[in-house]
């Protein structure tokens, strides 16, 4: 049978790794929603967006035309350190489930940050240095991306401030030492440096902070110093658009062997993994050549596809950002303290918004008990130690896999595997101590932070 042809890894050669990354937006016919300059509900333009971000990520960010945009070689040859990532066929796992489908992941967390961030990273930081700038700014929450960045910064000498989240950075020491021996400042965040830290401090005494605070802090940051600009992790059409490589590369290695998947799974906080993973098949479907079922795993605590609503918000809690139309929480959205399995963004990426809400891709959300349930049987299984937003697209897998199993039908599915959990052992640690959580916000709670939402549109 074809199966025993196909190898447990499928690797690509380096003259089979993309050499453009695929802009999806030049294949949707109903683009996403333009953002919006706050002070004039005007569509923010090139000049406006400049100030904050870098001019090449602007141009990127904005391009609807081009569906291919070329990946300078200085990129290429930083990939081609760490890249191709394997796709892997998880026999051990379909054998151990008793299931007909056919499991396959694609595994993005054999680099030092250890998830897929470092695919974006080194982009943004190129351009950076392109533009000739002293450094960057931005947040980290979890810490992935803020250490993909330190990176990425320190192979092209510029200077990174990173605005860590403050319960992270109290939970995470190690993470923040692994930025700084890359050469990145860490501050936690809210923090007395800004004015918009102190004014958050000033209203919420105590607070351990949020994402979307830290990023206010570092656009502050930015805009505030000469030669700086603001880059960010996720949620963005740009940092999509880098991310597409997940999914070129994922593409390649499947058709090499006549593999068409039927499920493609991925985990979404801002949307990135999912959004690059799937971009050359959702290409397919939006140009009618092919159809797929495409799943968004959330965590049932930070619900936005699932139980937000599509309308224009803040991209961050001091507003300082463009208002983004996406599905959302509402920017003064923070899942609830013991929350531990990432995902923790309040709003998702315009671009998977638009494509959710014109019915291409489904959303689930799943309770994280149950993803470290399913974390910890991969681990045991496979070998890999996931990290908690990569085990979201894990249970899921396995469940679709389980379905395959009542019914007998021999699907393929196709999962990202985001990264490795090895700074998450607070987290891993509560569920083997057996005090771990769920807690999924009711529809009082939300609510509130709906009713705050701009009124636009
Ligand atoms: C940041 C991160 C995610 C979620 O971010 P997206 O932008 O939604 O992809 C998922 N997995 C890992 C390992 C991460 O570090």
Redo the contacts with the bound molecule.
């Keep these: 049978m074809a199966n025993e042809k196909i190898p447990y890894k499928i690797y690509l050669e380096e003259s089979e790794m993309p050499k453009a990354w695929y802009n999806i937006k030049a294949d949707m016919k109903k683009k996403p929603a333009p953002l919006l300059n706050p002070a004039t509900g005007k569509p923010m333009t090139a000049e406006e967006l400049s100030a904050v971000f870098c001019d090449e990520l602007v141009a990127q960010e904005l391009d609807e035309e081009n569906a291919y945009i070329e990946i300078p070689e200085e990129i290429r040859d930083f990939y081609k350190m760490y890249r191709p990532a394997p796709l892997v066929r998880a026999y051990c796992l379909e054998k151990k489930l008793g299931t007909p489908a056919k499991i396959y992941y694609k595994f993005e967390g054999n680099n030092t940050s250890g ?3 470092l695919n974006s990273a080194i982009a943004q930081a190129y351009y950076a240095k392109k533009q000739g700038l002293k450094g960057v700014t931005t947040e980290t929450g ?1 810490g ?2 803020g250490t993909a960045l330190s990176m990425a910064c320190s192979y092209f000498d510029l200077d990174c401030k990173v605005f860590m989240v403050k319960c992270s950075y109290e939970q995470k020491p190690f993470r923040r030492e692994v930025m700084r021996t890359y050469g990145a400042s860490v501050t936690p965040s809210p923090s007395t440096e800004t004015e918009v830290g102190k004014k958050i401090l000033k209203e919420h005494p105590g607070t351990s902070g949020s994402l979307g605070c830290a990023i206010s802090e570092a656009v502050e940051t930015a805009v505030s110093n000469d030669g700086y600009r603001y880059v960010l ?2 949620v963005l059409s740009q940092v999509l658009l880098h991310q597409s490589v997940i999914g070129l590369e994922t593409k390649t290695a499947l058709d090499k062997y006549g593999i068409k998947p039927d499920i493609i799974i991925g ?8 959004g690059g993973l799937i971009a050359p098949f959702m290409g397919e479907k939006l140009r009618g050549e092919a159809d797929y079922r495409i799943i968004a795993v959330e965590p049932a605590s930070c619900p936005s596809l699932t139980r937000g609503v599509y309308a224009y918000d803040f991209c961050d809690t001091g507003m300082v950002c463009p208002l983004s139309k996406m599905y959302t929480l509402g920017s003064d959205f923070i899942p609830s303290a013991n929350h531990a399995g ?2 923790r963004y309040h709003g998702m990426s315009s671009v998977l918004s638009e494509l959710y809400d014109q019915g291409l891709m489904e959303a689930t959300s799943v309770k994280q008990t149950e993803v470290f349930e399913a974390a910890e049987y991969f681990a045991r299984i496979e070998g890999i130690l996931p ?1 908690p ?2 085990s979201h697209a894990i249970r899921v897998a396995i469940d679709e896999a389980l379905k395959c199993k009542q019914t007998g039908e021999e699907k393929t599915i196709v999962f990202g595997l ?2 490795t959990g090895y700074f998450d052992m607070v987290a891993y640690e509560k569920f083997h101590d057996g005090i771990m959580e769920d807690y999924i916000p009711t529809d009082e709670e939300l609510e509130i932070y709906r009713k705050k939402l701009p009124k636009i549109g």
Aim: aromatic fraction near 4%; proline fraction near 0%.
């Design positions: 998830s897929h961030k979890a992935q991306w992790g996720s985990c979404a906080g801002g949307g990135s993994n999912l990432g995902l990290a937003e990569s985001t990264g």
